[in-house]
């Protein structure tokens, strides 16, 4: 049907003249990065050093591929506190199978098979059982780690077959598979977040769930579906984590959650739900590795780095709900500022 | 002044209740409303706060389901499980709220639930460019100006907004639009060009189910007045044959 709305020579041609060609929204933090590269390098040579950035980038593997499906789930408007959890879990069910001689394959299959099966559920209980995100994986959390711990009786896995430890030892071209298969990852994970109607609606319930709603768009759906997909990123993220280090534990990822949710948070996704960035979780996940690495090699003790990140967590949020204006005595300051300049 | 009582039975109507109820809890939102619109016209709703306008357009567009009565579509009964199933069926509603994603560009949002994919290597994604052209052309037709497309909407005014979440319904081509209350948040000149442009959309051939609270608004563009009270229907008048009094009576004391 063709409805003619112009009122006679009333239809202004400005619509979306002025919109930039080239956005470059990480710009911030990416200065921030190189910024902390440089500062780094100028205390320890040794930081800069291109086996040592290879070393960053293969530690940081796993975290960042986490972090792509954290960052789904966050700008969902949800929270995944299980990450770390279903890590031990799986990776435990995985070497038991393969030490007990199962076919590694299989084994891989069922592997993944169990992490994206737990986000379902996550994603089930939170969307039809209406228990909210925090409390929901803050119980498989702990659940979890105790199926962990009772599957596993204190034993500590090691000695996988050599063909799957090229995975996480391996090279192509001299650079290490974790940073490759990563690479891979992060370039799925954006085009799903900015090219695709999944990446869109996750967006929109994350934004106003009731518009999507009514828009048609099938709410609980994406809600299963991004718990889904960070338990496929936890599946991937563990296992080039124990093809690294040739082995696991039940405890294995114990307070990792905290750090990718840093690492999502640092790069700008917003708590809040709506708005989200593949490229800033990638930078997040790489900046918390390069300082980690950095005070390692500054010989500073370990605890040291949970202070630096709890409080990098918390900054973190401040500096983001400054942006976004969600401070009221803050708000209220710059507005009587700026009408005080205008008089 | 005479009351057409609808029939609901009667394919005259493009979209009619039959016996409609709903209730929240114990309180009565909606008590047997039949209510027909009939095709190419505009049917004003008006009432009170509270009257249940908001419930009854919220039924026909599939955001809630009746406890009693049934819908019909040129006569025939038809199920509104969800927002979807309205779609459809071509019947389109602009909720008060807008339904607009903050976080959301002017594309996104235009295109929001229906998004355009293209193949790309066997694999569908989202057909920007053509989005965004279509978007244009279709604000194009609005006398309203938009600098700026890929910016988040939460920048935007209340005029634009509202032009975005009318744009948005015409891009389906609906057989009914369900409009509530589309002129309250903007100013004089802003809501006189949506009323100017509500009454293109009826000439063109459109069905126009608006809600609103200014009679001054609904004597201007409405072909007929629908008058809720309490929940129930007090009765529809055609608008050549209303006088404002007696329909303020009609709001106030539930009497035709």
């Given at each position: 049907m063709a409805i003619s709305t112009v009122p006679d020579g009333r239809g202004p041609k400005t619509i979306g003249g002025a919109d930039r060609k080239f956005r470059f929204e990480g710009l911030g933090l990416t200065l921030v990065m190189i910024a902390l590269i440089a500062v780094f390098a100028a205390i320890n040579?040794?930081?800069?050093t291109l086996s040592n950035m290879l070393t960053v980038l293969t530690q940081a593997s796993t975290y960042v591929i986490i972090a792509m499906g954290m960052t789904f789930v966050i700008t969902k408007g949800g929270i995944d506190l299980s990450v770390g959890s279903i890590l031990g879990l799986v990776t435990c069910i995985f070497f038991g199978f393969v030490d007990g001689g199962m076919n590694p394959a299989l084994a891989l299959v069922i592997m993944f098979a169990l992490s994206i099966g737990i986000g379902v559920v996550n994603g089930l209980i939170i969307a039809f059982?209406?228990?909210p995100a925090l409390i929901a994986t803050l119980g498989a959390m702990v659940t979890l780690r105790g199926v962990a711990l009772l599957h596993s009786e204190g034993e500590l896995y090691y000695g996988l077959p050599e063909s799957i430890l090229w995975l996480g030892q391996g090279e192509i071209l001299a650079i290490p598979v974790p940073i490759l298969v990563a690479a891979l990852f992060v370039a799925l994970s954006a085009w799903l977040f900015n090219n695709t109607r999944f990446g869109v609606h996750v967006r929109a319930v994350g934004g106003n769930r009731e518009a999507a709603r009514l828009s048609g768009i099938r709410v609980n759906l994406i809600e299963v579906a991004v718990y889904a997909f960070i338990g496929f990123s936890v599946g991937l993220g563990g296992l080039l984590w124990i093809t690294r280090i040739d082995g696991t534990q039940a405890?294995?990822?114990?307070?990792m959650e905290i750090h990718i949710i840093a690492a999502v948070i640092i790069g700008g996704?917003?708590?809040?739900?709506?708005r989200g960035t593949i490229y800033g979780s990638l930078l997040g996940a790489l900046l918390l590795t390069m300082l980690n690495n950095a005070l390692v090699i500054a010989g500073v003790e370990f605890f040291w780095q949970l202070v630096a990140v709890g409080l990098i967590v918390v900054a973190a949020v401040t500096v983001n709900n400054i942006r976004e204006d969600r401070i009221g005595w803050l708000s209220r300051l710059r507005g009587r500022r700026a009408a005080a300049r205008k008089t | 002044m005479s009351q057409v009582q609808p029939r609901a039975a009667d394919d005259a109507y493009l979209l009619a209740t039959k016996g409609l109820s709903k209730y929240y809890g114990g309180l009565c939102a909606l008590d047997q409303v039949s209510l027909g619109v009939k095709h190419g016209e505009i049917l004003a709703l008006v009432g009170d706060n509270g009257a249940g306008k908001s419930t009854l357009i919220k039924a026909l567009s599939g955001a809630l389901q009746p406890d009693r009565g049934e819908v019909l579509m040129e006569g025939e009964p038809i199920l509104l499980k969800t927002p979807r199933d309205a779609t459809e069926r071509g019947i389109e509603a602009v909720h008060q709220s807008l339904g607009l994603v903050d976080e959301l560009d002017v594309p996104q949002n235009v295109f929001l639930g229906r998004e355009l994919t293209r193949s790309f290597l066997g694999i569908r994604q989202l057909d920007k460019a053509e989005m965004r052209r279509r978007t244009r052309s279709l604000l194009e037709n609005f006398s309203i100006g938009l600098p700026t497309l890929n910016e988040p909407v939460r920048r935007l005014s209340g005029g634009q907004r509202q032009t975005i979440a009318i744009s948005r319904l015409l891009l389906s081509e609906p057989r009914l639009l369900i409009m509530d209350e589309?002129?309250?948040?903007?100013?004089v000149d802003e809501g006189q060009r949506v009323l100017d442009l509500v009454k293109r959309m009826r000439d063109s051939g459109l069905t126009i189910l608006l809600i609103s609270h200014n009679l001054e608004h609904v004597f201007m563009v409405a072909d007929r007045i629908a008058v809720l009270k309490n929940g129930r229907l007090v009765g529809t008048v055609p608008v050549a044959e209303a006088t404002r009094e007696g329909v303020i009576g009609m709001i106030t004391f539930g009497t035709a």
């Open positions: 040579p040794r930081f800069a059982l209406a228990v405890t294995l990822g114990t307070g996704t917003s708590l809040f739900g709506g | 589309p002129m309250a948040a903007l100013g």
